[in-house]
Structure formats: C-alpha cells, structure tokens
C-alpha cells in the first residue's frame, strides 16, 4: 500500500482537514494528514484529544474501503487497534499493551493511544474512512481532564523517534489492510484481537446504566459487540458505550 505523507505544520484537527478535504473530493486511500502541533484535536464523543506539540503522534489516515460491508467495519477497528498495539509492543516490552474495546490502548491500566474513526457510508458500503490517529510518546504532563493518560515515554527509557514511528505504523497498518484485502486474515484478526483484548477472560466489575455488575469478556461478534458473561451464565452483548469498564 502507497502512502502520501501531507505535513501540516500547525492545525486545529486532523480529522476535521481530512473531513474537509474528502468533502471536496481532494483526498484518496492511502493518504495520511500528519501534523506535529494539533491545537483542538478531536476524542471520540465531545472529548477533547490533548497532544503537546512536537511531543506525540497525530494523524489521520484515509481508506476506501469499499469491499469491507458497512454493517462489518468493526475490521477496521481490529487491523488499525492491532497495528497500534503490535507497534508499542516493539518499544514497550516490560508491561502490558493491550486493546480496550473497542479501540482504546491501554499499556497496563492508562490509556496511550487512541483512534477516532470516522466513516462515509453509501447504502452499505464504506466510501471513505478517516482513521484519526492519536499516540502519546513524548509527553510527560497532560493537563486536560482525560482520567488516566499515559505515554512511551513513561515506559521505556529513551525519547522516540516520531517520523520512524509514523512511518513503522503505516507500514503496519497497510500490510494487515492488504491481507485482509486479499481475504486472509479475517480469522486471525479476531484471534489476535481477543489475545490482545485488555481484560479479556478475566472477572471483572462492570457497569450498565451505573449498575454494577460482574462480568467476563469472552468474545466480540462480528459487528464488534462486545459479549460478556455474567454471573447467571448468561452472555450479553453490548454496543459502544452501553457498558463501562469499573476500576
Ligand atoms: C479517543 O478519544 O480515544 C480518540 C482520540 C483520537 C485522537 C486523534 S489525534 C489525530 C486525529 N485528529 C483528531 O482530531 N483526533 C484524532
């Protein structure tokens, strides 16, 4: 896969640009909004995305996905989280880096990267997707109410690179993007999405509606639900934002 790096020195958001752009039809798979100083970048909900300039990754990073089913697009979910997760793990080797679903990355309990996916859909195709991008890696303080932030750079010793990091990222992400293309990997992103999935088969205090409840992780369906069994034997899915993950 071909990637076109656009710089932006300084910018409000990357999503919001690439928004813009795909709008007037100005930007095409593969190619990437990169910036090093993001001033309102975007979380998912109304959340804020604090980056210190200079210090982490943002971009955003467009597909046309065309042959994956909207109603399935939770893959794009797993190949980029996966990417993510298998990138850190090359720096990050003495703690956990894991998935929190749905595309959260945790290193133990604290949040290190996240993705904002924002999709064009037509019927039930997926036309563009931007795949906003947002890594901690050299910032030591963070400064907005986001709970429980962390970077590399409280994780491993040296400062990071992060023009080696954007491009081993991409290289990542484009090649599990092929495989998946090619109709390979589809069962291995799953596995590997589970291995990879914090608190995965493991007891743990959820929520719903602020009711507490204990509850095990064991699968996602294909629509990216997540099934959790709960104490009756039971398994519920749940949808984005129906649970919350307690302490
Ligand atoms: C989240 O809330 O977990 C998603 C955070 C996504 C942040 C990235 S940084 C680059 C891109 N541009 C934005 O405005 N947001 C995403």
Redo the contacts with the bound molecule.
């Keep these: 896969m071909q990637f076109n790096i656009i710089n932006i020195p300084k910018i409000d958001?990357?999503?919001?640009y690439a928004q813009q752009l795909i709008e007037k039809g100005n930007l095409h798979e593969g190619d990437v909004i990169f910036t090093s100083n993001?001033e309102m970048?975007?979380?998912?909900g109304d959340?804020y995305?604090e980056?210190e300039p200079g210090s982490n990754l943002?971009?955003?990073l467009i597909l046309e996905p065309k042959l994956v089913p909207a109603s399935y697009q939770f893959v794009l979910t797993q190949i980029v989280s996966l990417a993510i997760v298998n990138l850190l793990k090359e720096y990050i080797i003495t703690d956990d880096v894991k998935v929190k679903w749905p595309n959260?990355i945790y290193v133990n309990d604290n949040k290190i990267a996240?993705?904002?996916f924002q999709n064009f859909v037509k019927g039930n195709q997926i036309e563009h997707s931007i795949v906003?991008?947002?890594i901690n890696i050299n910032q030591k303080q963070f400064f907005s109410s986001a709970p429980n932030p962390v970077s590399m750079i409280h994780h491993i010793q040296d400062s990071v690179n992060i023009n080696d990091l954007l491009n081993k990222l991409l290289d990542k992400i484009g090649v599990a993007y092929e495989e998946y293309k090619r109709g390979d990997n589809f069962r291995k992103l799953k596995s590997a999405y589970l291995r990879n999935l914090y608190r995965y088969n493991e007891w743990h205090v959820f929520s719903e509606n602020k009711v507490s409840f204990n509850g095990k992780i064991v699968d996602v369906d294909e629509y990216g639900r997540l099934m959790v069994e709960i104490e009756s034997g039971e398994v519920r899915k749940f949808m984005f934002k129906e649970i919350e993950f307690e302490i």
């Design positions: 958001s990357t999503n919001s993001q970048g975007r979380g998912q959340n995305w980056s943002a971009l955003s959260d996240g993705i904002l906003g991008i947002g």
